[in-house]
């Protein structure tokens, strides 16, 4: 049972830049396709990004296509989302989820492809 931790969450001004990060209890965060799905009242749980083990191939909801990157730091062994011009409708609790697959490039904007979600991170845009 792998755990995931999303760090980065807060408050920013409309047009400013945040990044979340997503980590594995286990380590090992490229074993699994991610994504990225955000939540904000009253609303239900939406994709934002995804991205494969391998290759990089991505996917992003259209609200958040070319504001919004999802990469992975090998390094770090985690999963960022990096938000740029953020706007107040970009509030919610984001959550990373984690899929193990031995699909190499494959990436899924799908939330019950997801076994493994994390407790959330808040992000709040003020106008």
């Known amino acids: 049972q792998v755990q995931l931790v999303e760090s980065g969450g807060g408050l920013v001004q409309t047009g400013g830049s945040l990044r979340l990060s997503c980590v594995a209890s286990?380590?090992?965060?490229?074993?699994?396709?991610v994504g990225w799905f955000r939540q904000s009242p009253g609303n239900e749980r939406e994709i934002v990004a995804a991205?494969?083990?391998?290759?990089?191939?991505?996917y992003y909801a259209n609200s958040v296509k070319g504001r919004f990157t999802i990469e992975r730091d090998n390094a770090r062994g985690t999963v960022d989302l990096e938000m740029y011009l953020v706007k107040p409708e970009d509030t919610a609790v984001y959550y990373c989820?984690?899929?193990?697959?031995?699909?190499?490039?494959?990436?899924?904007?799908?939330?019950?492809?997801?076994?493994?979600w994390g407790q959330g991170t808040q992000v709040t845009v003020s106008s």
């Open positions: 286990n380590g090992v965060l490229s074993n699994y396709r």
């Open positions: 991205i494969s083990r391998i290759y990089g191939n991505t």
């Open positions: 989820a984690a899929d193990l697959t031995d699909s190499l490039g494959t990436y899924s904007s799908n939330s019950h492809d997801y076994d493994y």
